[in-house]
Nanobody
């Protein structure tokens, strides 16, 4: 059973930084794509950042402030979030689409709150 476990969220003032971590376990195949989504109250879940091999892509709203990275040996993906803004407040979800299993896997979600 594939599991994604997130850590690192919390409360921070605007302009501050947080780093989220997501550790994947239980997959019988390599996980090629990992990413972070977020969902703010009353809004749809949106892609924040994704890493595929060494290629990264970001939502326009976080470009230049957030950095996604991974340690393949640990099947762990990180999201370094700098210069946080109140509009970054959301529940952040780790995501791993694994074609071998034919589905996406999600973490439990972790709260990030940015105060003004």
């Amino acid at each position: 059973q594939v599991q994604l476990v997130e850590s690192g969220g919390g409360l921070v003032q605007a302009g501050g930084s947080l780093r989220l971590s997501c550790a994947a376990s239980g997959s019988r195949v390599s996980i090629n794509v990992m990413g972070w989504y977020r969902q703010a109250p009353g809004k749809q879940r949106e892609l924040v950042a994704r890493i595929t091999g060494g290629v990264t892509n970001y939502a326009d709203s976080v470009k230049g402030r957030f950095t996604i990275s991974r340690v393949n040996a640990k099947n762990t993906v990180y999201l370094q979030m700098n210069n946080l803004k109140p509009e970054d407040t959301a529940v952040y979800y780790c995501n791993a689409p694994i074609s071998w299993y034919g589905r996406d896997y999600w973490g439990q979600g972790i709260q990030v709150t940015v105060s003004s």
